[in-house]
């Protein structure tokens, strides 16, 4: 009866200790591959490892490509300094737009660069007053305006430094249009849904001073 019980246990032992040992292995690989569970490397390519055209000179705007700002750079614009502190460089069908997070103090906004049929540029600002559901809304009613949803999909996402609380490697996106000048963008990380305000802007309206050259 002891050989018995003391066979068991060390069986138990064994299954666990494999159990722990396949559980740490997949983690380091999605780790070392930035991949989700659920992936492999031959279904899925992490952000990072796609290409897409970032080096046109059309990016440029004063000597600087707007789609390789770096972290630590300053942006100002109309005479606010923000220090750029996160990137997230989005990837669908070999369709490539960036997101800088901006930060002065405890206020933060997101810079938006795209290849639009021409170099695009916007400010967006989170709305934290509008709870949506995922999927969203055809139209969302926001300050009296109504936006009617043009666009919808799913990316894959590379992130570097701070991006607050967007987590994971791929997002579904959902883009709406207003009345006026200004668009909403809902994106759905995970079980959080995010969603931001903003308008295209003129990229003279940028000030960008590299980060190496900013002294503290």
């Given at each position: 009866?002891?050989?018995?019980?003391?066979?068991?246990?060390?069986?138990?032992?064994?299954?666990?200790?494999?159990?722990?040992?396949?559980?740490?292995?997949?983690?380091?690989?999605?780790?070392?591959?930035?991949?989700?569970?659920?992936?492999?490397?031959?279904?899925?390519?992490?952000?990072?490892?796609?290409?897409g055209s970032q080096n046109n000179d059309a990016y440029n705007v004063g000597g600087v490509n707007l789609m390789q700002l770096k972290i630590g750079d300053i942006v100002s614009h109309f005479g606010t300094d923000y220090m750029l502190e996160g990137k997230l460089t989005y990837w669908e069908d070999g369709y490539t737009w960036i997101t800088y997070m901006l930060v002065d103090g405890p206020n933060k906004r997101w810079l938006a660069v795209e290849d639009d049929d021409g170099l695009e540029v916007s400010l967006w600002d989170e709305i934290r007053d509008l709870p949506l559901n995922n999927p969203?809304?055809?139209?969302?009613?926001?300050?009296?305006?109504?936006?009617?949803?043009?666009?919808?999909?799913?990316?894959?996402v590379n992130q570097e430094g701070k991006t607050g609380n967007k987590t994971g490697l791929q997002t579904r996106y959902f883009e709406y249009d207003g009345e006026g000048d200004s668009s909403i963008s809902v994106e759905v990380w995970g079980n959080s849904v995010e969603v931001s305000i903003g308008k295209v802007i003129n990229p003279a309206e940028l000030d960008i001073l590299p980060g190496d050259l900013v002294e503290f």
């Open positions: 009866m002891v050989s018995v019980i003391f066979i068991m246990a060390i069986l138990m032992l064994g299954f666990t200790g494999m159990s722990f040992f396949l559980f740490f292995t997949a983690r380091k690989n999605e780790q070392n591959n930035q991949l989700p569970p659920g992936y492999n490397n031959n279904t899925f390519t992490p952000a990072r490892q796609l290409t969203p809304p055809e139209f969302i009613d926001y300050q009296g305006e109504r936006f009617r949803m043009v666009e919808g999909g799913d990316a894959r």
